[in-house]
C-alpha cells in the first residue's frame, strides 16, 4: 500500500502539503504551495519570527554604524597626528 500523503494544516484546506518547502519551523505543520508562507497560515511563530528578525537586522546595523564611527574616529586621528607633526617640524625650524 502507498504512502498515505501528507495534508495541508491550515483550516478547511485538503490539499497535499508540499515537501520540504511547506514544512514551517516555527509551528511544525506541513502546508500547500497557498499556505506555506508564515503570513499566508496564520502561523503561531509569525511574531517570534518577526522579533528574531528585527534583533539580527537591529545587530547587524549596529555593527555596521560602529564599523563606520570607528573608521571617522582613526580618519581624524590621523588628521590631527599629520597636522600636530606639522606644525612640531615648523616650530623646529624657525
Known sequence: MPAKKIRCTAKDCRDAAQRIV??????????????????????????????????????????ERTQMIRGVISAVLEAVAVAIDRRLETRRCD
Open 22 to 63: 511547506g514544512d514551517c519551523g516555527f509551528c511544525q505543520g506541513h502546508f500547500c504551495g497557498k499556505h506555506r508562507l508564515l503570513e499566508d497560515h496564520k502561523c503561531s511563530g509569525l511574531e517570534d519570527c518577526k522579533k528574531e528578525s528585527h534583533e539580527r537586522n537591529a545587530a547587524q546595523l549596529e555593527s
